[in-house]
C-alpha cells in the first residue's frame, strides 16, 4: 500500500538529508507507529506520502503507483483515496460539526444523497451523533480530535495518515482517539501515526517503525516505544 524504495529527501539550503535512503514497505491493513526525536523525519515521510514533497531521489509508491511521476492533476484523486489528522485538529471554526465533516465530502464531489448517509454514520462512529450542530469551540479537545477523524475518514480512505494525533489531548481523550483508530483499522483502512507518546506505543503493540536523523533504525513487529540499540 506505501512502499519507499532508497528514498532521500534533502531540503534546499540544508547540508543533511532529512530522510536517508529510506526503505518501507507497509501492506494493505495494517497500523504502524512512526517514530524518532524531534526532527528524524517523520513528518518529512507522511508529507512524501501526501505528494505535498518530493524526495530528492528514491521511488514513493502509493496504491500501486509511483507517486513522483504522478501528473500534477491526478494529485487530488491520490489524496481523496488518503485521510490525514493532525495534532492541532484544524477544524473550520465558523462551521459545524456536521459541516466539517459534510465539507470534506462536497470537495470530492459526493453527491448530496452520499453525504446524507455518510456524515451521520460517521459522526456515530466516533460518538458524537448528538453534536452535529456545535461549533468547534464548544467542543473538547478529545472531541475536536474525533470531528478531526471523522472528516479523515467519511470518505472512506483506504489509508489513514496520523501526525501526533493525541498530542494535545490528555490520557483518557487520547484513548478514546486511539480506540476509534484501531476500529478504523480493523476494517481494513492502512493506518500510519507519527507518535512522540510511549504510553500509546507500549499499549497498542503495533508495528513500530524508528527514524532516526533520517534513517530507518528499527522496524519491528508488534514493537513498544523504547528500544536499545
Ligand atoms: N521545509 C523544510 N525546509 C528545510 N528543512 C526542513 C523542512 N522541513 C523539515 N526540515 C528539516 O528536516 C529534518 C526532518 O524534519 P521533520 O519535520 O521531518 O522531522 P519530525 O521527525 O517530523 O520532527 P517532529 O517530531 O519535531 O515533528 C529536520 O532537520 C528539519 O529541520
Keep these: 500500500m506505501i512502499r519507499f524504495e532508497k528514498v532521500t529527501k534533502t531540503y534546499p539550503g540544508t547540508a543533511a538529508p532529512a530522510l536517508d535512503q529510506v526503505s518501507i514497505d507497509v501492506e494493505k491493513g495494517e497500523f504502524v507507529f512512526l517514530v524518532g526525536a524531534s526532527g528524524s523525519g517523520k513528518s518529512t515521510a507522511l508529507r512524501l506520502i501526501l505528494r505535498e514533497t518530493r524526495p530528492s531521489a528514491g521511488r514513493v509508491h502509493v496504491a500501486g503507483k509511483e507517486i513522483n511521476r504522478l501528473a500534477a492533476w491526478k ?9 490525514t489528522v493532525f495534532q492541532d485538529f484544524r477544524l473550520l471554526q465558523t462551521k459545524t460539526v456536521h459541516e466539517n465533516v459534510a465539507f470534506a465530502l462536497q470537495v470530492t464531489g459526493h453527491s448530496p444523497k452520499e453525504i446524507r448517509t455518510l ?32 472528516r479523515a475518514y467519511v470518505g472512506r480512505p483506504m489509508i489513514l495518515i496520523a501526525d501526533e ?5 490528555d490520557p483518557s481523550s487520547s484513548v478514546g482517539i486511539m480506540k476509534l483508530l484501531d476500529r478504523i483499522n480493523r476494517v481494513g ?20 517503525i524508528e527514524l532516526d536523523h533520517g534513517a530507518v533504525v528499527r522496524d519491528q513487529a508488534q514493537g513498544v516505544y523504547g528500544f536499545s540499540h
Design 75 to 83: 494529485v487530488p484523486r491520490l489524496r481523496r483515496q488518503i485521510g
Design 119 to 150: 456524515v451521520p454514520e460517521t459522526l456515530e462512529l466516533v460518538g458524537l451523533d448528538d453534536k452535529g450542530g456545535r461549533m468547534p469551540d464548544e467542543l473538547s479537545g478529545g472531541e475536536q480530535q474525533r470531528v478531526a477523524l471523522a
Design 189 to 208: 483502512t492502512t493506518v500510519l501515526m507519527a507518535t512522540h507518546d510511549h504510553g500509546i506505543v507500549d499499549q497498542m503493540r503495533k508495528r513500530v
Design 165 to 169: 494525533p493525541t498530542g494535545n489531548l
